[in-house]
């Protein structure tokens, strides 16, 4: 007598199926589960604002009524018909040309400057960043003291070699160079520290070569480190144009973008419009267009320094 074959049920082979597609799907995307908290952190903390933003920029909106009438582009109109929205941006062109410029020079002045020191480096490149660990307010507070026109130290110390005390942060001459030299201490560390790990990954044989032939040390760097930096030096001067477009803090403490509105920045008017004057389409207005303004200032960066061949 044939005994009777056992089979699945039709549930229980489903099941195993789709245990089998999963587990082939998910060894085939798996990269996808490590990479899903950043993508999530990136959508909430940094897409959703500039999209909600944007949108904001549309309607007529206010703390104190809830009607949200679409007015299309009247808040871009009525930003760019501001002068002092075009003072801002003047303030903060200027304000992010010197700063990038003066910390990406003095950083990485001193990230060559390290390479030829052979004691202590590992100490001084800690002296080096120490400006970095501190915050924004915290420096803007402590500048604020140090040019005190009466009990500060920069003043103290002019005193002493016979100079008149002056009012830094009072004047519109050396209010802007005061807060732009203070943000140049504070920032340059990072681009220090990105162009001392940029220099200390440069392969030895280009180097040992030119030495063979005779190069000068200008010729080296001229021809060899600075082409072989150049994506580096791409990553270091767009964090510190982005970050030098959206300070707010540092000047908010030191000047409140005074005086007679010569170091107020785009961040500090847009504060202001949306939270002192209650027109939160407008600043989104502002803040959309501030948006357009670096993404043109990164994209030129991108052309002018990451191009792989000479008029490409």
């Not at 229980?12 to 999963?22: E, G, L, N, P, V």
């Amino acid at each position: 007598m044939a005994l009777p074959i056992k089979t699945q049920p039709p549930s229980a082979t489903r099941q195993s199926q789709f245990r089998i597609w999963f587990y082939h799907w998910s060894q085939k995307n798996i990269h996808w589960f490590f990479i899903a908290p950043a993508l999530i952190a990136i959508l909430v903390v940094a897409i959703y604002p500039i999209v909600y933003s944007t949108g904001l920029s549309f309607f007529r909106v206010s703390f104190d009524s809830r009607e949200r009438p679409f007015v299309l582009f009247e808040n871009f109109i009525w930003i760019l018909n501001d002068k002092d929205y075009w003072g801002a941006l003047g303030n903060t062109l200027l304000y992010v040309a010197v700063t990038v410029s003066g910390s990406f020079v003095v950083g990485f002045g001193l990230a060559l400057l390290l390479r030829r020191i052979s004691v202590g480096r590992n100490w001084i490149r800690l002296v080096l960043i120490l400006p970095l660990t501190i915050a924004p307010i915290v420096v803007g507070l402590t500048w604020n003291w140090m040019f005190d026109p009466l009990f500060g130290l920069v003043n103290w110390f002019f005193i002493g070699i016979g100079v008149q005390p002056q009012t830094w942060l009072a004047q519109t001459g050396t209010a802007r160079i005061v807060v732009m030299l203070v943000d140049i201490w504070q920032w340059y560390p990072l681009v220090f520290l990105i162009m001392d790990a940029g220099l200390s990954s440069l392969p030895k044989a280009p180097y040992e070569s030119a030495r063979l032939e005779g190069a000068s040390d200008w010729m080296i760097f001229t021809r060899i480190t600075l082409p072989l930096l150049r994506a580096v030096i791409l990553v270091a001067l767009l964090l510190r144009t982005v970050d030098a477009f959206r300070t707010f803090d540092l000047v908010r403490v030191m000047t409140d973008g005074g005086p007679a509105q010569t170091t107020e920045t785009l961040s500090l008017y847009l504060y202001r419009t949306a939270f002192n004057f209650n027109k939160l389409s407008r600043a989104g207005a502002g803040a959309t267009i501030m948006l357009i303004v670096i993404s043109i200032i990164s994209n030129f960066m991108f052309r002018f320094l990451y191009r792989e061949q000479e008029g490409r």
